[in-house]
Structure formats: C-alpha cells, structure tokens
C-alpha cells in the first residue's frame, strides 16, 4: 500500500464547477497535511495547507481533513481554465529531521472552457 | 518576494561526469531537500538537511552525495552520472516544524548522455 494515494486522473470539469480531489494516508500519526499545485513543467506551489478535523476555507479553494478515515480532499470551487493543472498532496508526519514529507503521485485536473 | 533559486534550469551531461546542482535559498529555512521528479513515479526524496553540515539519506539516495556548508546553500552531487538519473531535480525549503509546507525552486531538468 502506497503511503499516501491519489488518484491519478484526469479529471476533468466544466468551467464554474467544482472539482473534488481526493487522498488518502496510512500513517495514522501524521500531523499536517498540504495541497501543492503543479503546472506542466513548472515546480510544485503550496496552495493549501490543513492541520486539524475539519475544513479550512481560503479564497476558492477548500481542504477537508478527516483524521478517522485518514482522508484529506481539496476542493475547487468556480473551476476556471487556469486550475488545469497536478495537485500534489503531501502529509508530514514522522521521520528523522523535523519530519519527514510524503507526497502522493498526484491527480491531473483539467478545466474546460 | 522569498525565492529558491536552482542554478541551472537545463543541464546535458555525459555518462561518467561528476555534476553539481546547487541550490541557494533566502528564506533563513534550517530544513533544505532534494527531490527528482519522473513520470508515473512523482516526487522521490534523495536526500535532506536540517542544519549547516547535518545530511539524511532520503528514499532513493544511491549514486548521490550533498552538501550543506551554509546555511543558505544545499548542493547535490552526482558522483558519476548515469543515463538513468536523467530526471527533473527539485530542491525545496522550509522551516523546521511540521506545520510548514515548502518552497521549491524552478527545477533543473538534466540529461545524461
């Protein structure tokens, strides 16, 4: 089992829709969690970061943590063309050094006009 | 604006070369780390530092070796490259803790022939 899943795509939505992304962990003493976006040949950008049950709003976008069920889903709301891009999710949680960071493979989101 | 800055964006090398990536961050982060990139296998942790001469192997480590003299800078070097370490190199940095996402640079894309 993969330390951190996501599905890899492509998902693609509508402009103006939402667009749910999901991921899942297996380590149950993970402590933060982070939503990165990628765009084609460029690096990963932070987005969204969440450390607590719950949901945390931040302009658009919305990251949802359910430590139970050990599943974290960014959601898009107002998809536009310019989401199109990977989102990368990322949990820390233990290792050596100030802890280490996980990141799934990532989900590709395509947004259409 | 807080930057990663990778020295060289593309790189073309020869089988047997040694090579530097260097990586300089003005952020005052203690934690700086190494990823490749390759499709179908995302981010893979090559090694990471937590502090000025402080090096951990990350999960793929073999045919690499760092260094981590000051604190602002974190080199990566490929003792004698091999056509299959051709990959996108990312290095990233953050504060210590686990509530900190990371920053990362632009990325340098190398080609080993």
């Known amino acids: 089992q993969k330390e951190v899943e996501q599905n890899s795509g492509p998902l693609s939505v509508p402009e103006g829709a939402i667009a749910s992304l999901n991921c899942t962990y297996s380590?149950?003493?993970?402590?933060?969690f982070f939503w990165y976006r990628q765009y084609s040949g460029k690096s990963p950008e932070l987005i969204m970061s969440i450390y607590s049950n719950g949901d945390k709003e931040d302009g658009r976008f919305t990251a949802q943590l359910n430590k139970a069920s050990q599943y974290v889903s960014l959601l898009i709301r107002d998809s536009q063309p310019s989401d199109s891009a990977t989102y990368l999710c990322a949990v820390r949680g233990r290792g050596t050094g100030g802890f280490k960071t996980i990141f799934g493979a990532g989900t590709r989101l395509f947004v259409k006009a | 604006d807080v930057k990663v800055t990778q020295s060289s964006r593309y790189l073309v090398k020869r089988t047997g070369e040694k090579v530097f990536l260097e990586c300089v961050q003005d952020m005052d982060h203690e934690n700086m780390f190494w990823y490749r990139q390759d499709p179908g296998l995302g981010l893979r942790l090559i090694y990471f530092s937590y502090d000025v001469k402080m090096k951990e192997k990350g999960d793929i480590p073999e045919g690499y070796s760092v260094s981590r003299e000051k604190k602002e800078r974190f080199s990566l070097i490929l003792e004698s490259a091999s056509t299959n370490q051709t990959s996108m190199y990312l290095c990233a940095s953050s504060l210590k803790g686990a509530s900190y996402g990371y920053t990362f640079g632009s990325g340098t894309r190398l080609t080993v022939v």
């Open positions: 380590d149950r003493v993970s402590q933060s």
